[in-house]
């Protein structure tokens, strides 16, 4: 009975590397193909989920494939980060194998670009740009200094750095608008950022509040998410900006994970 049970531990253990070294082939093949048809600068990170993987690839339909590619240089911006969450994703297995995979269907599809506090600042002219959680105050979705769209859900975000106030550069905090005008990203400096009880630690004369508000103002030209989705969201989180969107029983080309960046 030890024997048998042996026997079966160390089967299951083989089982269990085989189907990981099948997916880790898989998910080598999927990045190779991701970063030669993107023309990206190194092999983006693929993960499929689920086990066994090999039960999923002899049906040939993965539940859930994870993309992400850092340091993708993008117009404007300079580098971002793109991700993309794939389920339902139907490959022949033959496709994986001999790497001929190219044009790929999928049930549901959530793509994302994130675009780091240190990047936005070297767009907006402000080297030491942070940004921070959104006020409490909701956006009225208008868009902040006339703007329209969709704004974040949390009503903006709050972006510090120092800027020319007059003939000195001081270090001013603003309450921002995040807002998608189709495939532009606006951000738009609506007022000054002030602490619960309304004091500020800085002070900018009345003539020059709007001056320094355009200073954190700024159009992102459209921006593509990857596989072409339309972006549909904007929000903050952490240090970053992030900007996505979703579609359904999609056909996508592997070559365009950042065709349009």
């Not at 007022?191 to 355009?214: H, K």
């Given at each position: 009975m030890r024997k048998l049970i042996i026997g079966l531990v160390c089967l299951v253990g083989l089982v269990v590397v085989v189907d990981f070294g099948a997916a880790a082939y898989s998910e080598f093949r999927v990045s190779r193909a991701l970063r030669e048809g993107g023309s990206l600068n190194a092999d983006p990170e693929v993960t499929i989920h689920g086990f066994p993987f090999v039960t999923q690839a002899w049906n040939g339909k993965y539940e859930n494939i994870e993309i992400r590619a850092q340091q993708v240089e993008a117009d404007m911006i300079g580098e971002v980060t793109i991700e993309a969450t794939l389920n339902g994703v139907s490959v022949p297995p033959s496709a994986l194998i001999d790497g001929s995979v190219h044009t790929v269907p999928v049930d549901h599809l959530e793509g994302r670009m994130k675009i780091d506090a240190t990047d936005l600042g070297k767009f907006?002219?402000?080297?030491?740009?942070?940004?921070?959680?959104?006020?409490?105050?909701?956006?009225?979705?208008?868009?902040?200094?006339?703007?329209?769209?969709?704004?974040?859900?949390?009503?903006?975000?709050?972006?510090?750095?120092?800027?020319?106030?007059?003939?000195?550069?001081?270090?001013?905090?603003?309450?921002?608008?995040?807002?998608?005008?189709?495939?532009?990203?606006?951000?738009?400096?609506?007022?000054?950022?002030?602490?619960?009880?309304?004091?500020?630690?800085?002070?900018?004369?009345?003539?020059?509040?709007?001056?320094?508000?355009?200073?954190?103002?700024?159009?992102?030209?459209?921006?593509?998410?990857?596989?072409?989705?339309?972006?549909?969201?904007?929000?903050?989180?952490?240090?970053?900006?992030?900007?996505?969107?979703s579609g359904d029983d999609l056909t996508i080309n592997l070559d365009e994970l950042q065709a349009q960046l």
């Open positions: 907006l002219g402000i080297p030491d740009l942070q940004v921070s959680a959104p006020p409490a105050s909701k956006s009225d979705g208008t868009g902040g200094s006339g703007g329209s769209g969709s704004t974040t859900d949390d009503g903006g975000i709050v972006l510090t750095g120092t800027v020319p106030v007059g003939p000195l550069q001081t270090s001013v905090s603003v309450q921002a608008d995040l807002v998608l005008r189709g495939e532009q990203l606006m951000i738009v400096a609506t007022d000054f950022n002030f602490d619960p009880t309304g004091e500020s630690e800085f002070t900018v004369p009345a003539p020059l509040r709007q001056q320094v508000l355009d200073r954190f103002t700024k159009t992102i030209d459209p921006q593509s998410l990857p596989f072409g989705i339309m972006p549909t969201d904007v929000y903050a989180q952490g240090s970053q900006i992030v900007i996505e969107g």
